[in-house]
């Protein structure tokens, strides 16, 4: 349960637009808070998603250039 809470005229009437007939302004507060969890549970797949297709990729350029090496500032493919 949410304690009592001041909040901004604007933002009330922002509550207010978002709320149900039947909804108080705890569950829409409790709703977004939900949301936001959401959201940034999916960020942080996606991030986990997003460094393994990094690494995959590294993994693939480290292993082309295993055949490369650095002569005086030349580069020569073995």
């Known amino acids: 349960m949410i304690s009592t809470i001041q909040i901004r005229e604007r933002v009330k009437e922002q509550l207010s ?4 007939r039947n909804q108080s ?3 829409v507060i409790l709703y977004l808070i939900k949301m936001r969890e959401m959201c940034k549970q999916r960020d ?3 991030i986990k998603k997003e460094a393994e297709e990094i690494n995959r990729i590294s993994g693939d350029i480290v292993g082309e250039l295993g055949g490369v090496e650095d ?3 030349e ?3 073995w």
Do not use: H, Q
């Open 25 to 27: 302004y705890e569950d």
């Open 44 to 46: 942080v797949e996606m």
């Open 17 to 20: 637009m978002m709320k149900g």
């Open 75 to 77: 580069v020569v493919e």
């Open 71 to 73: 002569v005086r500032g």
